[in-house]
């Protein structure tokens, strides 16, 4: 029996109000490629920024090669050959690849100044080990997400890491790049090198990883080897619940068209490819649902912001609702018209964490609680108590914080906060990211009502089993342009993501 | 200085969280109060606090004025710096407008009502075209509001000073750099103590209805809190981001016509200059956020009253030399009560503030600051004794500080 590389021994941290893991131990042997699923909330990010040294407040114990270890910062953990690739990464958009692969440890020769040549070429030798074809001096704003995740390893390689830990780093990943990705993990664990790797994709996870470690709710549930576990087995473990199948079977009955577009581009001024959106037409029937499927920089998003009056350029183009032409300059025209958008990223663009969840649900409404724009406290609570009892916000009354509420039911009182203003178009972006499993059924059954009632509904998605849930018909951008439209009946997710990687990899 | 919920300090409401803010600082101008009061050798505030309150009152009512227009800008998420020479132009203006309108009225110091309510006027619009100015420059222009209000805090002094010079020229034949305005009626009605405070006190009111009754109070807290989501939710940004400046610059002004009233004289060279940072100030120690989103009516008007109250007091316990530490003791209560509010909160746990090379050299330049305000208030002994006392215990909190992080 070999010792374990690092043990994990009751590991407990409570934030204000939450106990993100509880009295967690396992053990990681080296060189394995051990995986560490659960889901959103189990603790497995926190659990890997303490290894890291990013979190540094903690109860419990870790042993690294049976020494009890304790970090005081990602130095620390640096130096005891341990670093991390966090789901958002660490670079520094203005400076080269190689400045980034140096940062805070940079090479310096006669009188100590920078030698920049010994740095480019020591960032060149890296990348190529890493099959990364970036010139080092190139800036890293100009690379792609994948090479710019090859640079965070490089730096983890100059630093002549044992443990490499990465937090979900496929999600904005093409096919090819996750492909070379884990040819360069195994390169690395072939040279010795441990990976600890967060991944809510079973796939991903059974073709690599050796062991496995289940979290939920900060607990640890089990730890096996991947050879001995299903899919189906680590899921359940996960949810702790077996999956109820949301059915959505029962066919919906689309009415008029509400929202036509037609050559919809976006201009992209100073990028080589002119357009981020570029020729895009497609319709939108009341009480029908459709999917937007694409990679990351498909344009999923710019699509849903261009409709909704909020994208950086003007864009060209027809859009008509209702079988009126309309041109929206700002959000607040699409808002009047009967748009309405619930952004992707809701902690940046979507929740005022400063106000209650009150506030937050009435935020776009609040003429309607007020008359002569003097505000009726009495009016808002009972508007926001109205609609959160309607889609089921759980909270501690609609005066809590919305801070205090889980992702799901944050983004339940946004949707609220939507419908107040009664539109005809609801345009959903990336609705169920950051929510777990359970909750998420419950915003596609809440779909599937709103749009029974006669509202039309814009979905984007990462995750194609959901947009093959929900949609009636399916939309497939790749690098801007509209590749392929799938019923129902048609789609699947092989032909999905071949249209959505059509051009990538010509590219 | 936001008040903790129970369970989780950052999952509170500012509009709507208990009022320790308000209540900390009520406690704090009090204890202030009664520290100074013993300390004084000759007990003004026990023999006569009927003047004390005068004189404090007279300062706090005339900071608030500007302090609620800057605090309105912090909470919606900006920041004006303009607002001294706001009130160096916006004095400048009344003084011009009516010296244009009457030369010989402002000699013989009997102004007509009627100029007087112009003057007034105009000089609001005066500032209702800056804020104006600064909303365009931010929403169009696109200048950080730091840019913007720094560009006028340097050129509408300027400007102030060159007009009040060319109208001296114009209509009196003196290269004055200054107008006097003498009116004694104008004067005593200004001056009354009464008139400040009903002034003050229903600006205040006002304020405090539009930041927490209206729906465009509302929208402010949500654009400071998140620009990006209050954008995303179909409200007009900058139309609430001009009323913010238009707010902040109209309340210096009227402030402008309060000193021109105080001093009998519109020098725009010297009239507030520095206010923009008493103002801040005020906001910042009243609760307000420098990030945006927080922040209430009645704290920055304690704000106002317990920045004023330290001054005071510092001056009666140290009877001379008045005027000469009024910024050293902003920067010292700014720095302290936002130190304090980040110790009550969640960050503050664990903190270190010694720590490495720079907490030795943080504890030197200290004791240094102690040992120099010592020696200028009480003489050269006090402070070799006061600056190696803080010298040491200082020390002593870092080594107390390290043992804890160890443990």
């Known amino acids: 029996m070999i010792a374990p590389l690092i043990s994990i021994r009751g590991v407990t941290k409570r934030y204000p109000g939450v106990l993100a893991l509880d009295d967690v131990s396992f053990d990681v042997y080296p060189g394995d490629f051990h995986a560490i699923v659960g889901e959103n909330g189990a603790g497995k990010s926190t659990l890997m920024k303490i290894l890291a040294g990013v979190v540094t407040e903690f109860d419990g114990e870790i042993l690294l090669r049976g020494q009890p270890m304790r970090f005081r910062g990602t130095r620390d953990a640096e130096q005891a050959g341990v670093s991390i690739i966090h789901q958002e990464l660490n670079l520094v958009e203005q400076i080269s690849a190689a400045a980034n692969i140096f940062l805070g440890r940079e090479l310096r020769g006669r009188f100590g100044l920078l030698d920049e040549r010994a740095m480019r070429s020591a960032a060149a030798d890296l990348l190529g080990q890493l099959e990364c074809r970036v010139r080092p001096e190139q800036p890293v704003s100009t690379l792609r997400v994948g090479d710019q995740q090859l640079v965070e390893i490089a730096k983890a390689l100059s630093l002549k890491s044992e443990i490499l830990i990465m937090d979900e780093p496929t999600s904005a990943l093409t096919e090819s790049e996750v492909e070379r990705l884990f040819r360069v993990i195994n390169r690395l664990r072939s040279q010795g090198v441990t990976i600890l790797y967060i991944s809510h994709k079973m796939d991903e996870v059974f073709a690599n990883a050796n062991r496995v470690t289940v979290l939920r709710d900060g607990r640890h549930v089990q730890t096996l080897a991947a050879a001995d576990a299903s899919p189906r087995q680590i899921t359940h473990a996960m949810v702790g619940r077996e999956i109820e199948e949301t059915d959505l079977s029962a066919p919906r009955q689309p009415g008029d068209v509400v929202l036509e577009v037609e050559n919809l581009s976006l201009p992209w001024p100073g990028h080589a490819r002119a357009f981020r959106l570029e020729n895009i037409s497609f319709s939108l029937r009341r009480g029908e649902i459709v999917g937007i499927a694409g990679l990351m920089g498909a344009g999923r998003t710019e699509l849903l912001e261009c409709l909704f009056g909020a994208a950086p350029q003007r864009p060209q183009g027809r859009l008509s609702l209702a079988g009126r032409e309309v041109r929206f300059r700002h959000p607040a025209d699409a808002r009047r018209a009967g748009l309405a958008l619930v952004t992707e990223d809701r902690k940046r663009l979507g929740l005022f964490a400063h106000l209650n969840v009150a506030d937050n649900i009435n935020i776009c409404t609040l003429g309607e609680a007020a008359s002569a724009g003097v505000l009726s406290y009495r009016r808002e609570i009972e508007r926001a108590t109205e609609i959160a009892n309607r889609l089921g916000v759980k909270s501690a009354g609609v005066r809590a914080a919305i801070t205090s509420l889980s992702g799901g039911n944050q983004q339940k009182a946004i949707i609220g906060r939507w419908l107040l203003t009664r539109p005809q178009v609801l345009l959903l972006d990336d609705p169920t990211r950051g929510i777990d499993v359970g909750a998420k059924a419950e915003l596609y059954r809440l779909m599937d009502r709103l749009c029974r009632d006669g509202l039309a509904i814009l979905v984007t998605s990462s995750e194609l089993p959901e947009l093959l849930t929900v949609s009636d018909r399916i939309l497939v951008l790749c690098e801007g342009r509209k590749t392929a439209e799938f019923t129902r009946a048609e789609a699947t997710e092989q032909r999905i993501m071949e249209a959505a990687t059509r051009r990538t990899d010509a590219a | ?407």
């Open chain 2, 1 to 407: 200085m936001s008040s903790p919920a129970p369970h989780d300090s950052s999952s509170h409401s500012s509009v709507w969280a208990g009022r320790s803010t308000e209540v900390g600082l009520a406690l704090a101008v009090v204890v202030v109060l009664l520290v100074a009061g013993s300390l004084d050798s000759n007990h003004s505030y026990w023999r006569d606090p009927g003047a004390s309150a005068h004189e404090i009152l007279r300062k706090t009512v005339i900071l608030g004025i500007f302090a609620l227009g800057s605090a309105v800008v912090i909470i919606a998420g900006g920041i004006d710096l303009s607002i001294g020479s706001m009130i160096a132009f916006g004095g400048a203006t009344f003084a011009a407008v009516l010296l244009a309108l009457s030369p010989q009225n402002m000699k013989s110091g009997h102004l007509a009502p009627g100029h007087l309510a112009l003057a007034t006027g105009a000089t609001l619009l005066v500032g209702f075209l800056v804020g104006s100015l600064h909303a365009w420059l931010i929403t169009a222009v696109r200048l950080p509001p730091f840019v913007a209000t720094l560009a006028t805090l340097v050129g509408l002094r300027s400007l102030g000073r060159a007009m009040v010079e060319a109208i001296n020229r114009g209509l009196l034949h003196s290269s004055s750099t200054q107008i006097n305005v003498l009116d004694p009626v104008f004067r005593g009605w200004v001056n009354s103590i009464w008139t400040r405070v009903a002034a003050f006190v229903i600006l205040a009111a006002l304020f405090w209805l539009l930041m927490t009754r209206t729906v465009v109070g509302r929208r402010l807290f949500a654009l400071g809190g998140n620009e990006a989501a209050t954008r995303l939710s179909g409200i007009r940004t900058e139309r609430l981001k001009w009323l913010a400046y238009c707010l902040s610059a109209m309340c210096a002004s009227l402030a402008g016509i309060l000193y021109v009233g105080e001093q009998s004289v519109a020098d725009p060279q010297t009239l507030g200059r520095g206010y923009e940072l008493n103002a801040i100030a005020a906001a910042v120690v009243g609760g307000c956020s420098l990030q945006g989103g927080v922040g209430t009516i009645p704290g920055v008007a304690l704000g106002c009253l317990f920045l004023n109250t330290v001054i005071d007091s510092i001056n009666k316990v140290i009877k001379s030399g008045a005027d000469l530490y009024e910024g050293l003791i902003v920067g010292i209560v700014v720095v302290v009560a936002v130190t304090y509010s980040q110790l009550r909160g969640a960050a503050g746990r664990g903190k270190q503030f010694f720590a490495g090379a720079l907490g030795w050299v943080a504890i030197v330049t200290l004791a240094l600051i102690a040992a120099a305000l010592l020696a200028l208030w009480i003489g050269r002994g006090a402070a070799l004794a006061g600056g190696l006392a803080a010298l040491a215990l200082l020390a002593l909190v870092r080594f107390w500080e390290s043992r804890q992080a160890n443990a």
